[in-house]
């Protein structure tokens, strides 16, 4: 099996994703993909041998129909079975999100079905939440929506800041999201909690 992974920025889970897929994993990586030439993640992808691709979004100027056209034509390329947002920071359409129904993944920085969007973890301080978290979900029309294949928790502190608490979950996310995307690739669907 193979899986495309779509980022926007430092990549952090696209590596842990990546790492993962070795041994009697039954995924691998085709291509990582970034709508930003200046990802840093793509020179880590580069490092880790995986191809690479990026569809700068600017020039399209919010014509995000012919941005995904663009998109399409690396990625459908790569053949993926499945396909990761990692950190991928564009809003997809209906209809791109049709064409890999069921095999569209994402991580989200927050318990959903609380905090789609931006800014999780501040709003969750603001809120008095006593824990927050990351969420794997299946990718479906609606932002931040769509099954929920696994969560991880953790605490919030007294004099947590957004900084401190993204600090706490992001190492949550690179275990998170590799344990997933195992279960998903070897059929298993139920959600899965951590700790
Ligand atoms: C991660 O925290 C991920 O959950 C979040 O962006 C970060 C990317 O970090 N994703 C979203 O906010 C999606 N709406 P990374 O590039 O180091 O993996």
Redesign the pocket.
């Known amino acids: 099996m193979k899986v495309a992974i779509l980022?926007?920025?430092?990549?952090?889970?696209?590596?842990?994703l990546a790492q993962s897929m070795t041994g009697d994993h039954p995924a691998r990586p085709c291509l990582v993909l970034a709508n930003d030439p200046d990802?840093s993640?793509l020179a880590k992808a580069r490092a880790m041998g995986i191809p690479t691709a990026a569809i700068d979004h600017r020039p399209f100027k919010g014509d995000r129909a012919a941005f995904e056209t663009a998109l399409l034509e690396p990625l459908l390329a790569a053949k993926p079975d499945f396909v990761a947002?990692?950190?991928?920071?564009r809003v997809l359409t209906a209809g791109f999100v049709r064409q890999f129904e069921g095999r569209m993944l994402?991580?989200?920085?927050s318990l959903l079905p609380r905090y789609k969007?931006?800014n999780?973890h501040a709003r969750a301080i603001a809120a008095g939440d006593a824990e927050a978290g990351?969420t794997v979900h299946e990718v479906t029309a609606a932002l931040?929506d769509g099954p929920i294949l696994g969560q991880a928790r953790v605490p919030i502190l007294p004099n947590d800041t957004p900084d401190s608490l993204?600090a706490r979950?992001?190492p949550m996310?690179h275990r998170l999201y590799p344990l997933v995307l195992r279960r998903v690739a070897t059929g298993e669907r139920g959600p899965v909690s951590l700790p």
Do not use: Q
Request: aromatic share 4%; glycine share 16%; hydrophobic share 45%.
């Open positions: 980022i926007s920025g430092s990549g952090s889970n696209m590596v842990a990802a993640g947002l990692a950190g991928f920071m994402n991580i989200h920085p969007g931006l999780t990351c931040d993204a979950v992001l996310e």
